[in-house]
């Protein structure tokens, strides 16, 4: 069955967001995902769930790491971080990302080549 | 590797802690959205909505740790096994359906791969060759001992140089009779040469090749198998050969008896063994590995040197002496025909085995077909639930596949079981090294092949079973508009292909069982009924000079004439079916015109009984008399062809000829007799001439003892080995009759386990046919209740009914009928052509077309009532349908 990110997202897109706003800081799931949401001024239609089974690809491949605290709120929670991996993953990402978009774009714009 | 065990194991913690965090996750919305001032029902409600799919996004998150195929797949076995033993009825007969088809398979293939697909069993045997010398007439042989001695002294191109003898023992106790059997005498270094491994106990040491050590013994595999049942205490045992007792120190690899069958093997007393036979007469094969280093090159031309040293003695006219180097590899590979034909009726058994899996399969796939329509609903609800159709044929393939291998494993223990009964079968096809031996090898394929059929057969029925219309499945209308003959198409298709290669099976069994039963009652031109047979082995010193065997064995003729019972009895060099010797000859006054070919015959020495002791009948001139001896003039009768052969056009008697390695001796023709059977049962005559033995004196003689009545057979028989056996304590007689010979002899037994086997197969492939037909006869009555109701209820007669089953299975049986007809002329063309005559035995068709249309009728004739038969309970109960109940049955 299709998964409804796949929809709206090219695959390995929410994984790279998840690293680069993992690089800048810390974060636990539900903060994760809000602060996508928020940086994308809400553009990204994603469904708040869907970061789930990403983070567990993260995981498995060790590119993140979890581990449970207590948050500011006082609340239970399971707290990602970027492993050297990750780091190191999310620069091959994002340059091949960016090398992708230029292609698109030159097509995009005609009259320019 | 590590992380994924370890994962394997932590995988329960990351469960929880996934569906904690959610939960967290979605506590944390709501705190957030009822802050904000959203009541706490609402905000819990839209936290799932932006969540999305709980269940579905814990699931995916799972399935990330899962390693999917593998875990699918287990799943699906376990599935599997659960439907499969839900219905245990099903289960059961497509396992014993599987295991029968497999089974045979598995057997077959075992004596196959066992005679057939073995590499060498020597170790590193591109190094060993065979070194052979030529006779007279140039014809390559078997070295003496005199040229096995040269070359152990002077060849330095090799390693090790072994030798072989022969020795005939004569083993048992005095209880039980004695048995004759044959034996090696090898030199010490012969199993450590040739890489060979003792199965038990140790090989032979150095001192045990001295006269007076050597009494040890190792057995071959089939030895210590047959005779000793296979005691694993066998090593250090003792055993009676030749009344010395022997010490069995080993037994041989099973793999060893396909190059050398014999019994026995006993160390090789050089002086010994050439005492008794003398050094030009005692044959030593000779085999032996290449040093390092050395090429065959190299050694052929330093052996055909010690070859010329060792003829520089001999004129040069004399061909004998040239030494030969073969390579094993090339030496075991060019069988004999009759070893090639035994392996060619490997092949057929394994043909007719394979055709009984196809019909298995094809049965278990169309009860899976059947199986499918009832699974519809099933099917549907997994469907709509959102189960992909690969997935959904995975699945039934795998349970396909499951049910194949339970099958497969069965087959084995089926193998296993018909062991003794297949090597009894197969002792016909003679020391071919082929034997059952159910081991990791046969075990894999047997694997393999079912997992293939399961692949191949499983594919159509999981196809069709996930080719449904999800809105009609669903409601609960299953079963009774279910298309018409189209639907059933796939059903149909195996039923036509099982008949059709269960007529395959019968008409080769047909074809091959009517050649059998012609040769069997070939007239053979003499009359073996009745017929004792006693040969003697007169290889002892004393025996040496001719006269004296020639003596000892008048006098053993005479005194077993006088015998009560005992009508006549002659001596013959060789006894019919046994062949015979061949020569070429001149013929005085060649007659221009007359055969100009090869003028080879066969010859065989014979005494003046023989021939009316046989029976043979006499067409012109005398039989032999006891005026015909080494003094009087040189004689000689001849069979028909012979006659018919050399002198077409002329009356052969009193011609004469000689034979071209005694052209001095003259021999007059002076009789005639008719052609029979000296080789083969369905041999071509050949031309002989049987000579008269007073004036050759041959070597080996046999007697033939024609008894009165057949009661007479046993007394008799306890008569002469009460009196033949003090005669000469050396002496080993082997009796025998000349039915059992015939029995015995290479035509029939050859084809004997090959029929024997197929009449098995074509049993089993009836049986599946009759489950294939009633299975799907039944189904399609019980998938067409509701139709057959509404007929009855507008008023069809029951026969009517019952003719509307009959006459869809009868068409289907007569197309596989028409088929399998058509596939069978195809296919008997492998069978091998002509009976091969002096040269061996085959297992062709004898006195029988290929296209025999009895064979053809009767198997048609069989399949049809097997079928028909199959039908008669599905339409019995098509009969009995109510139309009140077939149509409430909604």
Request: hydrophobic share 45%.
């Amino acid at each position: 069955m299709k998964k409804p990110e796949q929809r709206d997202l090219f695959p390995g897109a929410l994984e790279m967001m998840i690293l680069r706003t993992l690089k800048r800081q810390p974060l636990h799931g539900y903060a994760l995902v809000q602060h996508i949401k928020r940086t994308s001024n809400d553009l990204l239609q994603i469904e708040e769930g869907s970061l789930y089974p990403a983070l567990q690809r993260l995981l498995k491949e060790e590119l993140v790491k979890a581990e449970w605290a207590v948050s500011s709120t006082n609340r239970r929670v399971r707290i990602y971080r970027l492993t050297a991996a990750g780091a190191k993953h999310l620069q091959r990402q994002v340059s091949s990302f960016e090398r992708m978009l230029e292609g698109i774009t030159r097509v995009l714009t005609p009259g320019e080549s | 590797m590590m992380n994924w065990f370890k994962q394997l194991f932590s995988r329960r913690r990351l469960y929880d802690d996934l569906s904690e965090e959610i939960h967290e996750h979605l506590e944390e919305k709501i705190e957030e959205l009822v802050a904000s001032g959203m009541p706490r029902k609402e905000a819990a409600a839209a936290a799932r909505r932006e969540f999305g799919n709980v269940t579905l996004m814990e699931g995916d998150s799972r399935e990330v740790w899962r390693w999917s195929s593998i875990e699918n797949f287990l799943m699906d076995v376990r599935y599997g096994l659960r439907m499969l033993r839900r219905s245990p009825g099903f289960t059961a007969i497509a396992v014993l359906t599987l295991a029968l088809g497999i089974g045979a398979n598995s057997a077959i293939f075992s004596l196959v791969d066992s005679s057939l697909l073995r590499a060498l069993p020597f170790s590193k045997s591109a190094r060993l060759v065979r070194i052979y010398t030529t006779e007279t007439d140039g014809e390559i042989h078997t070295p003496s001992a005199t040229e096995y001695l040269a070359l152990r002294k002077y060849a330095q191109s090799f390693d090790e140089i072994t030798g072989l003898g022969w020795a005939d023992y004569f083993y048992g106790s005095d209880q039980s009779g004695w048995q004759n059997i044959s034996g090696y005498r090898i030199t010490t270094n012969w199993l450590t040469a040739l890489g060979v491994q003792p199965y038990l106990g140790r090989n032979f040491v150095e001192e045990e090749q001295e006269a007076g050590r050597d009494n040890v013994a190792i057995l071959s595999f089939n030895c210590w198998r047959s005779r000793f049942h296979a005691d694993p205490q066998i090593v250090g045992q003792r055993l009676t050969l030749n009344r010395r007792n022997f010490t069995v120190v080993g037994v041989l690899p099973e793999t060893l008896g396909r190059y050398y069958g014999d019994d026995i093997f006993a160390p090789l007393v050089l002086s010994s063994y050439t005492a008794a036979r003398g050094r030009d007469r005692a044959r030593v094969q000779i085999a032996a590995r290449l040093k390092p280093g050395v090429t065959l090159g190299q050694a052929r031309s330093e052996i055909s040197v010690i070859a010329q040293q060792l003829r520089a003695s001999k004129p040069p006219t004399d061909l004998s002496g040239h030494l030969t180097v073969q390579e094993f590899t090339e030496e075991f590979q060019n069988l004999g025909p009759t070893a090639r034909n035994a392996q060619r009726g490997l092949w057929m058994m394994l043909g007719g085995a394979g055709l009984v899996l196809l019909i298995a399969s094809a049965n278990v796939s169309s009860l899976l077909l059947a199986r499918a329509v009832k699974r519809r609903k099933e099917i549907a609800v997994r469907a709509t639930l959102g189960c992909s159709r690969p997935r959904m044929i995975r699945q039934l393939l795998t349970e396909c596949a499951v049910l194949f291998l339970c099958g497969g494993i069965l087959g084995v223990l089926v193998a296993r079981w018909s062991e003794d009964l297949l090597m009894n079968l197969i002792a016909g096809l003679g020391p071919n090294g082929a034997y059952v031996s159910i081991n990791s090898r046969i075990f894999l394929f047997s694997l393999g092949v079912s997992f293939l059929c399961a692949l191949v057969f499983g594919f159509v029925p999981a196809l069709h079973a996930t080719r449904i219309n999800l809105n009609d499945s669903l409601k609960d209308v299953a079963p009774t508009t279910v298309g018409g003959f189209h639907s059933r198409r796939p059903r149909n298709l195996f039923l036509v292909s099982q008949v059709a290669l269960g007529m395959v099976l019968l008409v080769g069994f047909g074809l091959l069982l009517r050649s059998f039963l012609h040769v069997e009652s070939v007239p053979m031109g003499y009359d073996p009924a009745n017929v004792l047979t006693a040969s003697v082995g007169l290889s002892t010193p004393r025996y040496r000079e001719p006269s004296t065997r020639l003596h000892f064995l008048r006098a053993t003729v005479e005194r077993a004439r006088l015998m009560p019972g005992v009508e006549s009895a002659g001596m013959t060099e060789t006894l019919p079916l046994d062949g015979a010797d061949s020569g070429s000859l001149i013929v005085e006054n060649h007659a221009a015109g007359a055969h100009e070919g090869t003028r080879e015959t066969r010859r065989l020495s014979v005494d003046s009984e023989f021939f009316s002791t046989m029976k043979f009948t006499m067409l012109a001139g005398r039989a032999f008399n006891d005026n015909d001896s080494i003094d009087s003039a040189a004689v000689v009768i001849v069979n028909q062809t012979f006659a018919n052969k050399f002198f077409p056009k002329e009356n052969s008697l009193g011609r004469r000829f000689a034979f071209a390695d005694s052209p001095m001796t003259w021999r007059e023709i002076v009789g005639i007799v008719s052609n029979v059977r000296q080789r083969n049962l369905d041999e071509d005559s050949q031309p002989i001439a049987y000579l008269p033995l007073a004036q050759t004196l041959p070597h080996d003689l046999h007697l033939a003892i024609r008894v009165r009545d057949s009661a007479d057979m046993g007394p008799v028989s306890r008569g002469l080995s009460n009196w033949l056996w003090p005669l000469d304590q050396d002496l080993y007689w082997a009796q025998s009759t000349m039915l059992q010979r015939v029995h015995d002899s290479e035509s029939v037994s050859l084809r004997r386990p090959v029929v024997t086997l197929l009449a098995l197969f074509g049993g089993l492939a009836l049986l599946l046919a009759l489950i294939g037909v009633f299975g799907i006869t039944s189904f399609s009555v019980a998938e067409r209740t509701r139709e057959i109701g509404i007929r009855i209820a507008l008023g069809a007669a029951r026969s009517e009914v019952a003719g509307l089953v009959l006459k869809e299975t009868l068409l289907l049986t007569v197309a596989g009928l028409a088929s399998g007809a058509l596939a069978a002329l195809v296919l008997t063309q492998l069978l091998p052509a002509g009976p091969l005559g002096w040269s061996g035995s085959a297992i062709s068709l004898y006195g029988v077309s290929r296209t025999d249309s009895l064979t053809y009728f009767c198997s048609c004739a069989v399949l049809g009532f097997v079928a028909l038969a199959a039908c008669y309970i599905p339409a019995q109960r098509a009969m009995r349908v109510d139309p009140m109940v077939a149509l409430r049955y909604e």
